[in-house]
Structures are given as structure tokens and as C-alpha cells.
């Protein structure tokens, strides 16, 4: 028999990963939205027309995150991981790594485009 999962399914999922209202590159992987907003290097706001809902690369369904360029260092570290952040709910929505940058107060970073993809049920 097979596995189906309603793209409303996938989506509802997805659309929490759109609620985020902040994007952060951090040093490590944060454990908690505190954690994420006190080690943050950059930051950059984000609003509803950053992300962008589609089928999925390989299956389901994807969100994409819109790049962001010249975002200032606001503290000295490495980046390796960007968090997605609920700053109304102060929720932590997402991690992912990314390539690792040293960054220093008063430089800008580059975060490239990126997606979330939900597979379909296997």
C-alpha cells in the first residue's frame, strides 16, 4: 500500500519555518532561541516575502530562504550555523550549518540562499 501526505500537511510544517522574523549566523549549534540571540555574529530581518513555498527537489515540498548580503558583524566568532528565530514568540524554528567564516566586528557576511524541504512519506 502506498504512503501520501497532503501538500497542506506538508506546508503546515513549512509554514512555521516561515514564521521566522529573524535570521542569525551563530558560532555552534544553539539549543534554545536565548542561546541563539546572545551568541548571534549577524543578523538579518526577515519578512513574508523572504520565503518562497515549492515542491520539493528530490519529493514533498520546500520552503526557500531568500540570500542576504552585507549584513554587519555585530561580535567576533565563526559562523557554522545559521538559526531561524520567532523573535514575538521567542522561539527557536530552525538550525542549519553552513560553511565556516571568521568573522570580526565592523566586516559584513553573506548569507546564500537556502531551503527546508519536507520529503514525502516513503
Known amino acids: 500500500m502506498a504512503k501520501f501526505a497532503s501538500n497542506d500537511v506538508l506546508d503546515g510544517s513549512l509554514n512555521i519555518v516561515r514564521a521566522a522574523t529573524r535570521m542569525v ?21 526577515l519578512t513574508t516575502g523572504d520565503f518562497t513555498l ?15 548580503s ?3 558583524v555585530i561580535a567576533a566568532g565563526t559562523a557554522d550555523h545559521v538559526a531561524l528565530l520567532d523573535a514575538a514568540t521567542a522561539r527557536l524554528l530552525y538550525v542549519t550549518t553552513c560553511p565556516a567564516q ?5 566586516g559584513t557576511v553573506n548569507i546564500a540562499a537556502w531551503s527546508v524541504e519536507i520529503g514525502a512519506p516513503a
Open 54 to 68: 515549492a515542491p520539493g527537489d528530490i519529493s514533498g515540498r520546500k520552503v526557500g530562504i531568500a540570500p542576504k
Open 102 to 106: 571568521a568573522l570580526a566586528p565592523g
Open 70 to 72: 552585507g549584513l554587519a
Open 25 to 45: 549566523a551563530v558560532s555552534g549549534q544553539p539549543a534554545s532561541y536565548a542561546a541563539a540571540d546572545s551568541g548571534r555574529l549577524a543578523e538579518a530581518p
